[in-house]
């Protein structure tokens, strides 16, 4: 006989609606940022940092920190830059259009334009004797030409002249177009760097009467197996520096070897004499003629692609490659040397005993005799740091200390240096691990089952301390929905419990933490305890109830359905499952159980169809059983039995 011949069951479905929260963030200053580097100049007298994108026309103007003040666009590949002497006025080269471009260092406007009757540059850029030289002309056939500012074409005049080099017969001339460079400490002279070809042509020329004329040349490489690329007067020397490494002498006339610094790309000479070197991923500086360098700063992975110092020496500014183009980074304290600090400390003691820290402090710019180091203790006891006694720095650089820490866990040692005149600031740390004792933690009902809606008490129980006597409960129901939540933070009492309530809606793991002091370790203990779903039955379809026996029956005709309706605690996805027994030869027999899907008001109503025969007795119950029934949020609960009789 099928115990059920039909079931139905209804499902009420509601629509959601997703909320999205955007949040926010604090703008910050922009920084200059270019996509195809092309010239690099600072303006000491506006404090200012210029620098041209090739890629898209731009010129950037950035503060002494770096940030965006000023842009113009639609100038064409700008490939270099220049300043006046009074920094009123950037000099651009524009060798699309064949021209120099004078504009306003304070607003970048457009000031002026000077055609240059080539058809191949201008390229590079420089100021000097109060002209704006440039160097223009193809590989073979270089030139040297001048724009002057004085000049005014409105009276027929022309500011530009060309031609300027080779000398005719000199065996002096310029087989490309050459790199410029000027300094405020060598006025007049102007040093020309040859591109394009591997002869390493440089000279020095003298441009203070307005023409130019070389006081030393050389058309000889010297081992500069890429070519030339990158020259700059030396800064209180008759020297120039070619390609961030060899310093060349000229004041014989030609240019010969007189030292170099260790292998770089590119350099820029500060006013001061100190250079600016871009060696790999790093910008070295040195001092005039070292070979150590005074400091160093990385660059991530890729070389910058140029630097220039700050007329005053504060800093340097440098192109630093990053995912959105070459940003002007202003780099900091160039002058000092940075010392490398170490400590090194146990890394493990034992609580109110004696422990010993070492280290060392070196610098590759010799320290002062007697340097002392400052010392900070951070601990449970002291989190904001307790200063210790200062230890001096031995002849070699190394010092030691001896300390005893009061507090136990995690304690850090911090050795600071001050710095000097020649020294930056310097500072370092290491932590020890400082034994705490262990103390007592439980939590009760752990494994115990309780009805659904149930408010039960959790008491947790703390062992011996040394200030801390606070425990926090937290509950964490089952299911995804729901999350870890503080029920109570509290101080225990005198005998040492604290309690919290949790609504016993779910299975749920109740946790206790302490979370520690200075001398008793952190403890953390949990306790899941059980919680039955909320579950009945109603039954209907019947015409009358009345017992048998001691057991009351819903009566039914023989050819009537009955229908159950159960109404069970909700949960995305949960089923009940409903048991039939039949009485039969005197004993009740399982028929039939079935998982039946729950609407999400928790109700779920089946037909059993009709029997057909009278003198039938059935009972039926509804059943929540964990992972059968969809979920593992509660634990198995048996609903009542309701006893059914079908009669004629």
């Known amino acids: 006989m099928r115990s059920t011949s039909a079931a139905t069951a209804f499902a009420v479905m509601f629509s959601s609606v997703a909320l999205g929260v955007a949040a926010s963030g604090t703008a910050s200053a922009a920084s200059a940022v270019v996509t195809s580097p092309g010239g690099l100049v600072v303006d000491d007298a506006l404090r200012r940092v210029f620098v041209s994108d090739q890629a898209d026309g731009q010129i950037l103007a950035a503060d002494y920190n770096g940030t965006l003040v000023a842009q113009v666009s639609g100038l064409g590949n700008a490939t270099d830059l220049a300043v006046s002497d009074d ?27 000077y055609p240059v009757a080539t058809d191949t540059g201008p390229r590079h850029v420089a ?8 160097s223009y002309g193809d590989q073979w056939d270089g030139d040297l030409g001048s724009v002057d500012p004085a000049v005014d074409p409105a009276t027929g005049a022309d500011p530009v002249a060309l031609t300027q080099l080779p000398t005719e017969g000199t065996g002096i001339g310029l087989w490309g177009q050459a790199l410029l460079d000027t300094d ?38 010297y081992a500069l197996n890429d070519g030339l690329g990158d020259i700059d007067l030396v800064a209180g020397d008759d020297q120039v520096l070619v390609n961030g490494t060899e310093r060349h002498a000229y004041a014989n006339g030609t240019l010969t070897k007189a030292g170099a610094y260790p292998g770089g790309q590119l350099a820029d000479v500060a006013g001061s004499g100190l250079i600016a070197q871009v060696a790999g991923t790093k910008i070295a500086i040195y001092r005039p003629n070292a070979t150590r360098p005074l400091r160093t700063y990385s660059t991530g992975n890729q070389p910058a692609a140029d630097v220039a110092w700050a007329g005053d020496s504060s800093r340097v500014f440098a192109l630093v490659a ?76 190394t010092y030691s200390f001896t300390n005893t820490p009061p507090a136990g866990g995690k304690v850090t040692y911090t050795v600071k240096y001050a710095g000097d ?36 008490k959790f ?31 509290a ?55 009345a017992k048998i026996g001691s057991t009351s029956y819903y009566w039914f005709h023989k050819n009537t359905s009955p229908v159950i309706t159960t109404t069970m605690t909700y949960y995305p996805g949960r089923q009940q499952r409903l048991d039939l027994q039949v009485y039969y030869a005197g004993a009740w027999r399982s028929s039939d159980s079935q ?21 039938l007795k059935a009972r039926i119950r509804p059943v929540y059983v964990n992972g059968s029934s969809g979920d593992t949020v509660n634990s198995t609960t048996y609903g009542a039995w309701k006893y059914l009789y079908f009669s004629n």
Request: charged residues 20%; without cysteine; positive net charge.
């Open 127 to 134: 100021f000097a004797a109060g002209k704006v030289w440039f």
């Open 421 to 456: 005149a020649e020294h930056a600031a310097v500072s370092a740390s290491d932590t020890v691990e400082v034994s705490r004792a262990a103390t007592s933690l439980s939590l009760n009902n752990n494994g115990k089952l309780y009805n659904y809606g149930t408010d039960v």
């Open 491 to 545: 101080q225990v009492n005198a005998d040492g419990n604290v309690t919290a309530v949790v609504d016993m809606t779910r299975d749920t793991t109740v946790t206790a933490v302490f979370t520690g002091d200075s001398r008793y370790k952190p403890k953390t203990v949990k306790s899941t305890a059980y919680a039955r779903v909320k579950v009945s039955s109603a039954v209907s379809k019947h015409y009358k109830r």
């Open 459 to 489: 008491t947790a129980h703390l062992g011996k301390t040394y200030k801390n006597r606070s425990v926090s409960i937290y509950a964490d129901p089952f299911g995804g929905d729901r999350g870890k939540k503080l029920i109570r933070t």
């Open 322 to 397: 990053g995912s959105g183009g070459y940003t002007v980074k202003a780099l900091t304290g160039p002058t000092l040397n940075v010392p490398t600090l170490t400590v090194n400390a146990p890394a493990t003691a034992t609580r109110a005993k004696s422990l010993t820290v070492k280290g060392k402090l070196s610098a590759t710019v010799p320290l002062p005799a007697g340097t002392r180091l400052s010392v900070t203790r951070t601990d449970l006891e002291s989190p904001n740091g307790k200063a210790l006694a200062s230890v001096t720095v031995k002849a070699d650089g």
């Open 184 to 221: 405020p400490l060598r006025p007049g002279l102007l040093a020309v760097g040859e591109t394009g070809d591997s002869s390493g042509t440089e000279g020095v020329l003298d441009v203070s009467s307005g023409t130019p004329q070389a006081i030393a040349w050389n058309d000889t490489s």
């Open 595 to 615: 998982y039946f899907p729950l609407g999400t008001n928790g109700k779920s109503a089946v037909s059993l169809g009709a029997p057909g025969e009278s003198g």
């Open 87 to 113: 920094g009123a006025t950037l000099y651009a080269t524009l060798p699309n259009s064949h021209e120099i471009v004078a504009l306003n260092a304070t607003d970048l406007k457009v000031k002026a334009r």
